[in-house]
């Protein structure tokens, strides 16, 4: 199974970031996908996760409203896009799969891309 991250960025605060993230390996449409993130020093944080059929979808706080994750099951990719980014945004950005329904919790999860830098300059 590999999950392949895409979309390694610098942004000004307040511009905008399209994450991807390509699945193989694996029945994509039987898992539910979740981005997590991890800033320097910190623990790893829950983003966003989205249902196997792309209907149930839920945010952290910190990004409600500004990001939005989707899902094209023909692609086997997840989507993470990022506006109005803070510089508290900055972090590796990581995704992962879920067998049939996510979880806010990264220990939960069985398979993790490589991670992808997000860095959001004030």
């Known amino acids: 199974v590999q999950l392949q991250a895409c979309g390694v960025g610098l942004v000004q605060a307040g511009g905008s970031l399209r994450l991807s993230c390509a699945a193989s390996?694996?029945?994509?449409?039987?898992?539910?996908m979740a981005w997590f993130r991890q800033a320097p020093g910190k623990e790893r944080e829950f983003v966003a996760v989205?249902?196997?059929?792309?209907?149930?979808?839920d945010y952290a706080d910190s990004v409600k409203g500004r990001f939005t994750v989707s899902r094209d099951n023909t692609k086997s990719t997840v989507y993470l896009q990022m506006n109005s980014l803070k510089p508290e945004d900055t972090a590796v950005y990581y995704c992962?799969?879920?067998?049939?329904?996510?979880?806010?919790?990264?220990?939960?999860?069985?398979?993790w891309g490589r991670g992808t830098l997000v860095t959001v300059s004030s």
């Open positions: 390996g694996l029945t994509f449409g039987s898992y539910a």
């Open positions: 992962a799969a879920r067998y049939n329904f996510g979880t806010y919790y990264y220990t939960d999860y069985e398979y």
């Open positions: 989205i249902s196997w059929s792309g209907n149930i979808i």
